[in-house]
């Protein structure tokens, strides 16, 4: 196939997204800081890079897949990044969840080097980028994402372009939004009901017939009431994008009063050393607010 694909951050979501591309017969050159993790991918072909430099000096797009805005820094800007290899008229394409302003100065550094960047955070957890039918949110210019379409639909099934660079991590941050306070909803509904003697169980199935079902009440409901807290999304991640939540409200004077109050509850969790469990985990979190457990 025509474009030379590049990967970089093969954790949990990144190395079955880059087994997608690898899988679809595109060229594909990886990069982990963990270098054992590019095995799997080698053996079916990928080639391995010594660097993020080297991967975007072998690559027309190049995607980074990494944990938290100082890692997409140190992937791209640092002395080993993307920046240094890439070539005018290549693609940087950052699936991370990051803050948007990050990505915009990002972009603006990669520009000037006549390198175009798209911003796509994902949603739809481990299991969306096993069966690559991941949501993808797309921030840049239209011509750049009419590009990379054919990579990303390898990837996801939901991929919507949103705006100017920026426009998809501000997405990311209005699902993550709506998932917490969703979230919240959900663990305090299933605590009170056991509190007053009602067999929770039970009202999540009659929630579930009614204007208040969601698909955070039928999953993460179950989990709460299985006590079922492995990941899935680990709470140290979530804690970090609900910082970007506040942030994001912050940089534009809008008051997140919902989502203050669940990244308060986000720093709970963290300080009650919850930080690898999934982030469904705050509903004991809540629990212990009532003084009972979840
Ligand atoms: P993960 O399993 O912890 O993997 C993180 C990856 O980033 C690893 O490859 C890690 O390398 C690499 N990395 C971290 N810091 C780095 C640095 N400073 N320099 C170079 N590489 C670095 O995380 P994940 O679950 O795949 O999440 C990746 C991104 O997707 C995050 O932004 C997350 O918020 C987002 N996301 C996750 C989910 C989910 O359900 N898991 C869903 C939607 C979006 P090592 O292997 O060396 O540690």
Redesign the pocket.
């Known amino acids: 196939m025509g474009e030379r694909i590049g990967f970089?951050?093969?954790?949990?979501?990144?190395r079955p997204m880059a087994g997608h591309v690898l899988d679809a017969g595109f060229t594909v050159t990886v990069w982990?800081?963990?270098r054992s993790?590019t095995t799997p991918l080698v053996e079916r072909g990928a080639a391995a890079a010594a660097s993020?430099r080297e991967v975007a000096a072998a690559s027309d797009i190049t995607i980074t897949?990494?944990?938290?805005t100082?890692?997409v820094l140190?992937?791209i800007l640092g002395p080993q990044g993307v920046a240094h290899g890439v070539r005018p008229g290549s693609v940087v394409v950052d699936?991370?969840?990051?803050s948007p302003a990050a990505t915009r100065e990002v972009a603006r550094r990669l520009a000037e080097r006549g390198a175009e960047m798209l911003d796509a955070?994902?949603?739809?957890?481990?299991k969306?980028?096993i069966d690559g039918t991941l949501s993808i949110m797309v921030g840049g210019k239209p011509e750049v994402f009419e590009r990379v379409l054919p990579v990303f639909q390898k990837m996801g099934r939901q991929i919507v372009h949103l705006g100017e660079s920026g426009a998809g991590q501000v997405t990311?941050a209005c699902n993550q939004l709506v998932l917490s306070l969703t979230l919240l909803g959900v663990a305090e509904a299933l605590t009170l009901a056991r509190k007053a003697g009602v067999d929770p169980a039970k009202v999540r199935a009659a929630l579930l017939g009614g204007f208040a079902q969601s698909r955070v009440l039928e999953l993460h409901g179950q989990r709460m009431l299985d006590r079922n807290f492995a990941?899935?999304?680990?709470t140290r991640?979530y804690h970090?994008?609900m910082g970007i939540v506040t942030e994001t409200g912050r940089s534009v004077g809008m008051p997140l009063l919902g989502g203050s109050l669940a990244a308060q509850l986000y720093q709970v969790a963290m300080n009650q050393g919850l930080g690898e469990m999934d982030y469904s985990v705050l509903a004991r979190v809540v629990a212990g607010l009532g003084g009972t457990e979840s």
């Open positions: 970089i951050g093969l954790g949990i979501m990144g982990n800081r963990t993790k993020p897949m990494v944990a938290d100082p890692d140190d992937v699936m991370s969840t990051i955070p994902v949603s739809g957890g481990e969306g980028a990311k990941p899935g999304f680990r991640l970090k994008d």
